[in-house]
């Protein structure tokens, strides 16, 4: 009896594989039944981990009005708004918010010449049309990235960094008539500026802030340059070390938009930034990603520093207003309004246009920097919003 039971054994082995095989195959969508041939990655050393098998048609799946993850995190984004945005009137901000803004010129007007003084003055010191991205040609095979956070740390280009690398400035690669630089204040929520923004030749947004289910008419929707602020990749995505689709389906609202990544700001940067590349190559998106430049970073720290600006770190609406001005004749700004309460109902304000979250351990100088722009408003460089949009001149 024993020898017959060892005898049929293999049998019994394999009919459990096979049942296990068509059970998996049938219920957990495996797609092990599927003969075509599917493309593979190899290890990447940088990120230290295996990209996944991509899927045909990934980008345009995950994409759709049919997905729900997205769609149930703008409600809960929304939700909280709802709640957090009925406060009490300001009692004593009144006087310092009025002090601040006296100079505050309306109507604006333009001073061609002061905007060629500062825009000469970026180009030469920071020349961000050349030196924003890396590129292929501004960090080439063989040369050292300093980081510009970790003054201390530095990499050296190898062929595997620099095919990473753009090849050329794609889309810093000639002047534009307008552009829109979106911050994320509060002072958006209910400015109805969706429009005026969107009809800016260029659009540029800070820190991948929600555009759907209703932001549109206060934000807009068209977007050309997008940044992603690693802290929100940590803390929001988990830093792309878990199940990604959450945040694959957040980029799906910019569309064919650049993201601007700063894998070489600080050292802990650069797996998590060659992570969001993996997953947006992983999907098949249609935004392209880049990799700011530590060597601009530094250079553009240096010009605020020279009008008084000296914080910690410049927000990256600093870098990004920066950035615009040497890219475009006529630059407006939203969403710059880093205090508490509205500049002219002197009602509450959320901390973003989309939550009351603050950072724990602030690093900007927020109301230095705006005293700068604020500074440029007056003198006729850019044209800074500070009121509901239906009712500007």
């Not at 604006?108 to 292929?136: F, M, P």
């Not at 803390?235 to 070390?241: A, C, D, E, Q, R």
Request: aromatic residues 10%; charged residues 20%; positive net charge.
């Amino acid at each position: 009896m024993r020898g017959q039971l060892l005898r049929y054994l293999p049998a019994l082995f394999l009919g459990s594989l096979l049942t296990t095989f068509i059970h998996y195959a049938v219920n957990n969508d495996w797609n092990l039944l599927n003969t075509q041939p599917q493309q593979h990655h190899v290890k990447n050393k940088i990120t230290g981990t295996s990209k996944e098998i991509k899927e045909k048609n990934k980008g345009i799946e995950i994409c759709s009005e049919d997905s729900q993850v997205w769609k149930h995190e703008n409600q809960k984004i929304n939700k909280k708004k709802r709640q957090q945005n009925s406060f009490q009137s300001c009692q004593d901000c009144r006087k310092k918010i009025e002090e601040m803004l006296q100079n505050y010129s309306q109507p604006w007007v333009k001073d061609e010449e002061k905007l060629l003084e500062i825009r000469t003055e970026l180009s030469l010191k920071c020349n961000g049309l050349e030196n924003a991205i890396i590129t292929q040609r501004n960090s080439p095979l063989g040369s050292k990235i300093d980081f510009d956070g970790n003054n201390w740390r530095s990499v050296k280009v190898d062929p595997e960094t620099f095919a990473t690398f753009a090849k050329t400035r794609q889309i810093l690669n000639k002047t534009l008539h307008s552009c829109a630089v979106v911050g994320n204040g509060g002072i958006l929520a209910n400015s109805k500026c969706g429009n005026e923004i969107d009809s800016a030749e260029f659009v540029i947004r800070c820190n991948l802030a929600p555009l759907l289910n209703g932001y549109e008419e206060h934000v807009g929707k068209k977007t050309d340059i997008v940044t992603a602020n690693p802290s929100i990749l940590t803390y929001k995505y988990s830093s792309l070390l878990g199940h990604r689709r959450r945040f694959v389906e957040s980029l799906c609202q910019y569309g064919n938009a650049t993201l601007l990544l700063p894998a070489f700001s600080f050292a802990k940067n650069t797996a998590l930034s060659y992570r969001v590349i993996s997953a947006i190559e992983d999907f098949e998106l249609p935004i392209q990603s880049l990799f700011m430049n530590p060597n601009y970073l530094r250079s553009v720290a240096d010009f605020w520093s020279s009008y008084g600006v000296q914080g910690k770190r410049l927000t990256t609406g600093a870098m990004m207003v920066s950035l615009a001005l040497e890219l475009c004749d006529n630059v407006d700004l939203y969403g710059f309004w880093p205090f508490d309460f509205h500049p002219h109902s002197f009602k509450g304000l959320t901390h973003h246009y989309y939550d009351n979250i603050k950072a724990k351990k602030p690093v900007h100088l927020m109301p230095v920097e705006f005293n700068f722009l604020l500074q440029l408003h007056n003198q006729g460089v850019l044209k800074l919003h500070l009121r509901e949009c239906e009712s500007e001149d």
